[in-house]
């Protein structure tokens, strides 16, 4: 139990690995807003975790949206008391066809940088006072491996991805004195149900052959790394990137 007594949020704790991120967050103790767009994604999450004797709310909310994001840290303020952790999770990537740089259309560039930059600055500025007057925070923003390798036909999102790093770490900067981490993670490629709904069998092949462990990527692989940067474990690191994939990128 080794967040007994924090409270984390989780944007896109819905479904996928945000899910598995909220489980896991919750069976060690801490108490868990449940922020998704899909209310109902995230009310089901929040049920699992009460359903086996934790904490959890569960949130309807747009993380580009200022005004939800605001309500997103009020509500968890109202049912918990105080806000430690920030997993920056949600972000449009599966919706997202994978086609050449020229043909993507200008505004569905313009809501990958909404929802997957703009919502991670938002939803950093809503927990920002709570955890400026606590003197202590963990904020953790999910990148992905897809920027050491500038993998093609998803330009806005592998372009996304790459500014969450720029972000942790001026933020880390700014938050220092503060005593808020903020740090990322870089997934690889993952099996998370919206992944096998949308991607070739060959091309998560392709990705088992270039690891150094030539297995495939489980939400799970993720949660160990996660609870690390989000316990007193990782207390003097901040503004890091950590790379989880298995060893296809070396960083
Ligand atoms: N699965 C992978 O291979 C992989 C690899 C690298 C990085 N990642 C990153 O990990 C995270 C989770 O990936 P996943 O595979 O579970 O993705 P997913 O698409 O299955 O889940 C994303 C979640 O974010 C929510 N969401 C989308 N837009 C939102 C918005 N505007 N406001 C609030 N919630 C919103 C969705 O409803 C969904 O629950 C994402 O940040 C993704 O970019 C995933």
């Known amino acids: 139990m080794r967040l007994q007594d924090r409270v984390a949020i989780v944007t896109g704790g819905g479904k996928g690995i945000g899910k598995v991120y909220?489980?896991?967050?919750a069976r060690e103790g801490a108490a868990v807003t449940v922020a998704d767009i899909d209310e109902a994604g995230a009310q089901a999450v929040a049920q699992a975790i009460r359903d086996e004797g934790g904490r959890a709310l569960a949130v309807g909310v747009d993380v580009s949206d200022p005004e939800a994001t605001k309500r997103m840290a009020q509500a968890t303020v109202e049912a918990f008391g105080r806000i430690d952790i920030l997993i920056n999770n949600a972000s449009v990537m599966s919706t997202l066809p994978r086609r050449p740089w020229y043909?993507?259309?200008v505004g569905e560039w313009d809501r990958v940088m909404e929802v997957n930059l703009k919502g991670m600055f938002l939803c950093c500025l809503a927990v920002?006072?709570?955890m400026k007057q606590q003197r202590s925070g963990k904020i953790i923003n999910i990148s992905s491996s897809r920027i050491y390798q500038g993998s093609p036909n998803r330009l806005h999102y592998t372009t996304s991805k790459a500014g969450v790093v720029?972000?942790?770490r001026a933020l880390a900067r700014e938050?220092?004195?503060d005593n808020i981490a903020v740090n990322a993670i870089s997934p690889g490629f993952t099996l998370s149900d919206s992944q096998i709904a949308t991607s070739d069998p060959s091309y998560a092949q392709g990705k088992v052959d270039r690891r150094c462990f030539k297995r495939d990527q489980y939400p799970e692989d993720l949660v160990g790394t996660v609870l690390f940067l989000a316990s007193d474990d990782s207390n003097f690191i901040t503004g890091q990137l950590i790379n989880v994939d298995g060893g296809e990128s070396m960083h």
């Open 128 to 130: 920002y006072p709570y």
């Open 103 to 105: 043909e993507i259309p």
């Open 22 to 25: 909220a489980l896991h967050l």
């Open 166 to 168: 720029g972000f942790t």
């Open 175 to 177: 938050l220092g004195d």
